[in-house]
């Protein structure tokens, strides 16, 4: 099990909700591409054929690989699978878009935190396989948090970065497609509430323009996915802070839900069309139903 790396890295696991017992989950995990493969790799085979015998580092194994680039001695010495990469192999990028928008920080645990989480749990799947591994946020803007991250001492500064996230802004998803290209080609996966207009049609391209497969994480709170709300009410946009005056019934609340339905189904049409994968969310479902519901999908194996 890759450990955190110290009383900071131990203490940014906890608050992402990243106990040993999920660790130990996550261990036997890895993220699956869909990208045409030929020739040999580090995690993914490369579309070049490789022929180089030139030694450049370790891995653990994964189901699938060949077993004669396992290095027994290492075995012998550790118990522990290893495969040898050589410099003609190549690995994947796995790059988390973070939508910190002040809407994100809604919820109880907030869907931002959620985010956070979740985004520690693929780095560290990623991390643990010698994939590369880095996380970006957006809202007006996009950032790279970290840069790309490789090996399990890296998983440390990984959840650091994400256990400080803090939510402020307005959500714009032309943001990503702006930073795309600043990114490597891999899995890219977009974690948001989706509710802002326009959505991320524009963004999905510029990511498919820039190698990167996309996969789509809606996170909402349980007050937004079961609204429990009564009488009149001002309720105030987190984001505009624009307020409105309204007297919730159980018609209006029957109305809320058939709008939502209707963008979740919008969101479903739009990922289809872009060759993506989308699961759904709710930010109190804890770290383990989240990634068992990643799997589910496919975005973890």
Known sequence: MITPGGSAGAAAAQTLGLTPDVLALLERMTLPSRRPVMGDAGQRRSRRTGGSLEFADFRAYVPGDDFRRVDWNAYARHERLIIRLHSADEDV????????????TYGEPSKLRAAASLAGALGYVALGTYDRACVATFASEARMLTPRLRGRAATRRLWTALAGLDGSGRTDFGAIGRAATRA???????????????????????LRRAGQEPVLVRLLSRQEMEPDLRGDLRLVDAETRAAVEVTVTPASIVAYRRRLADRTNALRALATRHR???????????????VRACRTTGIMR
């Open 93 to 104: 990028t796995l790059t988390v878009w973070i939508d910190t928008s002040a809407s994100m």
């Open 276 to 290: 993506a994968r989308l699961v759904d969310l709710v930010s109190d479902a804890g770290i383990v139903e989240s």
């Open 184 to 206: 490597a080609p891999g899995i890219a996966v977009v974690i948001s509430d989706f509710l802002s207009d326009p959505g991320p049609e524009a963004a999905l391209a510029a």
